[in-house]
């Protein structure tokens, strides 16, 4: 099974600066690989897919970036509904097992 | 518009069973790959199970393997999760997802939530 480990897994950002969140898998994912956001009480909403493509309706704020083993999201200026939890998914290994990271918490400093 | 309806949640002994579906409308369900992921109470995503556009082939998490069985009623746009031999460490939301190909989750359920407990 691939590992994925976030860190930082708790992040205390003000209101307008700049987040980065890493994620990295115990072996290549080669750019399948996915972010989330998931709000409290609220199912998870797709951020970005293929290490670096933003979603349908995803503001410009958001991107991300990396390949093989080491992946980072970016939260170019962090907007009040942006405090939420991030996680990462691998979904290489989609015929048999696609994990989850342990999720970042992004939180008002 | 997508949505995805879950149901089937509740309270059930240890050892038990529970049947959660999913209902699916605003896409053409037959298309899809569809998964289960849970969440327990203050954790995070866990991938559980997962199933091909035409239920031909389907995969699960060590945890569940033997235990749980996802299928899916084209014909009825529903995706089923059976769980059987239930334990407390299931305890959990359960969330289904739409696959986008054999890739992401472009869309998920609001999730129901099973209670393992005596």
């Known amino acids: 099974e691939i590992v994925m480990t976030q860190s930082p897994a708790t992040l205390s950002v003000s209101p307008g600066e700049r987040a980065t969140l890493s994620c990295r898998a115990s072996?290549?994912?080669?750019?399948?690989l996915a972010w989330y956001q998931q709000k409290p009480g609220q199912a998870p909403r797709l951020l970005i897919y293929?290490?670096?493509t933003r979603a349908t309706g995803i503001p410009a704020r958001f991107s991300g970036s990396g390949s093989g083993t080491e992946f980072t999201l970016t939260i170019s200026s962090l907007q009040s509904e942006d405090f939420a939890v991030y996680y990462c998914q691998q979904y290489n290994n989609w015929l048999r097992r696609l994990t989850f990271g342990g999720g970042t918490k992004v939180e008002i400093k | 518009e997508v949505q995805l309806v879950e149901s089937g949640g509740g309270l059930v002994q240890p050892g038990g069973s529970l049947r959660l579906s999913c209902a699916a409308s605003g896409f053409t369900f037959s298309s899809y790959w569809m998964h289960w992921v849970r969440q327990a109470p203050g954790k995070g995503l866990v991938w559980v199970s997962r199933?091909?556009?035409?239920?031909?082939?389907?995969s699960y998490a060590d945890s569940v393997k033997g235990r749980f069985t996802i299928s899916r009623d084209n014909a009825k746009n529903t995706l089923y999760l059976q769980m059987n031999s239930l334990r407390a460490e299931d305890t959990a939301v359960y969330y289904c997802?739409?696959?986008?190909?054999?890739?992401?989750?472009?869309?998920w359920g609001q999730g129901t939530l099973v209670t393992v407990s005596s």
């Open positions: 199933i091909n556009s035409d239920g031909s082939s389907t």
């Open positions: 293929g290490a670096s």
């Open positions: 997802a739409r696959g986008e190909g054999a890739g992401p989750f472009d869309y």
């Open positions: 072996q290549s994912v080669s750019s399948n």
